[in-house]
Antibody
Framework: EVQLVESGGGLVKPGGSLRLSCVAS????????MTWVRQAPGKGLEWVGR??????????DYAAPVKGRFTISRDDAEDTVFLQMNSLKSDDTGVYYC?????????WGQGTLVTVSS | DIVMTQSPDSLAVSLGERATINCKSS????????????LAWYQQKPGQPPKLLLY???TRESGVPDRFSGSGSGTDFTLTISSLQTEDVAVYYC??????????FGQGTNLEIK
């Protein structure tokens, strides 16, 4: 059974940083492209960014609102994908989901809540 | 970026009746070389993460009941629930994954029981 478990969310002041983690199990992680999607409170889904598998270059793509502030990385030895978030703004508040896939997403974690507030 | 627009924003349907949700993309998501529409549908129930229902516009994900179906091509798509059940109350999202990122979502359609 595919499982994705996010962690690392919490309350942070504007301008601060957080690092989210997503531990995967139940599938060959090193073969997978992984994507982060977020959802502001009471709002819809927003694509954040994705990372390719290493055999496809291991590079990441980002949405415009987070480019230059967020970095996605992966540790295939630990079956984990990360989202490093710097220079956080109040607009970054929401639930962050780790998902399996580089295009459509057939597995989602339960999400981790990030609150950016002073 | 491709903009996805769903209609209606909210919908109330009686149990057992048909529910129809529309999704329009600002440019075609049909890839001519393989004749596939790069469009997915998701269901999100309160307090839960989204769940994939359909991909390639009309291919049902494993385990999804056959009352859910998808149709359309190019820029106009439809999600149909043939006979609404209580467990179908949710917010539904379309998403395009055509070409290069960002892979945008529609704003969501809130489906309720009438």
């Amino acid at each position: 059974e595919v499982q994705l478990v996010e962690s690392g969310g919490g309350l942070v002041k504007p301008g601060g940083s957080l690092r989210l983690s997503c531990v995967a199990s139940g599938f060959p992680f090193s073969n997978a492209w992984m994507t982060w999607v977020r959802q502001a409170p009471g709002k819809g889904l927003e694509w954040v960014g994705r990372i390719k598998r290493e055999t496809d270059g291991g590079t990441a793509d980002y949405a415009a609102p987070v480019k230059g502030r967020f970095t996605i990385s992966r540790d295939d030895a630990e079956d984990t994908v990360f989202l490093q978030m710097n220079s956080l703004k109040s607009d970054d508040t929401g639930v962050y989901y780790c998902t399996l896939g580089g295009t459509y997403y057939n597995a989602w974690g339960q999400g981790t809540l990030v609150t950016v507030s002073s | 970026d491709i903009v996805m627009t769903q209609s209606p924003d909210s919908l109330a349907v009686s149990l057992g009746e048909r529910a129809t949700i529309n999704c329009k993309s600002s440019q075609s998501v049909l890839y001519s070389s393989n004749n596939k529409n790069f469009l997915a549908w998701y269901q999100q129930k309160p307090g839960q993460p989204p769940k994939l229902l359909l991909y390639w516009a009309s291919t049902r994900e494993s385990g999804v009941p056959d009352r859910f179906s998808g149709s359309g091509s190019g820029t106009d798509f439809t999600l149909t629930i043939s006979s609404l059940q209580t467990e179908d109350v949710a917010v539904y999202y379309c998403q395009q994954y055509y070409s290069s990122p960002p892979f945008t979502f529609g704003q969501g359609t809130n489906l309720e029981i009438k």
